[in-house]
Antibody, heavy 119, light 107 residues
Framework: VELVESGGGLVQPGGSLRLSCVAS????????MAWVRQAPGKGLEWVSAISRGGESIYYADSVKGRFTVSRDNSISTLYLEMNSLRADDTAVYYC?????????????WGRGTTVTVSS | DVRMTQSPSSLSASVGDRVTITCRAS??????LSWYQQRPGEVPNLLLH???ILHSGVPSRFSGSGSGTHFTLTINGLQPEDVATYYCQQNYRAPGTFGQGTKVEFK
């Protein structure tokens, strides 16, 4: 089972970025998926989660209205569209698999992709 | 949102010591509480879920207890590979908030 994130990089404040997470070795469309981030030297922050069919979606208050999570089960890929980026969005972004419902414990994690918001 | 508070923020211990980390929730989360270990430079790993159930492959020196708003993670016999930051997470409702972490170091 493997999750591989991509799409991170350096972006200016106010800019946009789309992260992707490709899953392999698991039946992608039977699991919810989540994004968790970690700012440099800081703790873990739960960002968003999406149900297996995309019907249920949750966001942390810190990203609500700016980030959009989606998934394409046909290509086993999870996305995070990030708009109006701010300096405090700078972090490593992990995709992870909740084992059960959307905010359940996450037993599979990707290695993360780094997003830096700076001018 | 449910606020999760861990204590202490950091601790130093010796090999073989018993280490206890506390996690408190701002509201009742029943037993919907998990613990993660993040070694330096690595990805978080799930240790326990539902407060006390050991995740597959996790050594038995790790144990968890509690329900409602008060939870503990115990390491019985600290090993060198246990140097890490430990996080609790409530799984009761969205967003699945984490505690701020407890850094475990060797004396």
């Amino acid at each position: 089972v493997e999750l591989v994130e991509s799409g991170g990089g350096l972006v200016q404040p106010g800019g946009s970025l789309r992260l992707s997470c490709v899953a392999s070795g698991l039946i992608f469309d039977i699991f919810p998926m989540a994004w968790v981030r970690q700012a440099p030297g800081k703790g873990l922050e739960w960002v968003s989660a999406i149900s297996r069919g995309g019907e249920s979606i949750y966001y942390a208050d810190s990203v609500k209205g700016r980030f959009t999570v989606s998934r394409d089960n046909s290509i086993s890929t999870l996305y995070l569209e990030m708009n109006s980026l701010r300096a405090d969005d700078t972090a490593v972004y992990y995709c992870a698999r909740p084992d059960g419902y959307l905010y359940y414990p996450m037993d599979v994690w990707g290695r993360g992709t780094t997003v830096t918001v700076s001018s | 949102d449910v606020r999760m508070t861990q204590s202490p923020s950091s601790l130093s211990a010796s090999v073989g010591d018993r280490v206890t980390i506390t996690c408190r929730a701002s509201q009742d989360v029943s037993n919907y509480l998990s613990w993660y270990q993040q070694r330096p430079g690595e990805v978080p790993n799930l240790l326990l879920h539902h407060a006390s159930i050991l995740h597959s492959g996790v050594p038995s020196r790790f144990s968890g207890s509690g329900s409602g708003t008060h939870f503990t993670l115990t390491i019985n016999g600290l090993q060198p590979e246990d140097v890490a930051t430990y996080y609790c997470q409530q799984n009761y409702r969205a967003p699945g908030t984490f505690g701020q972490g407890t850094k475990v170091e060797f004396k």
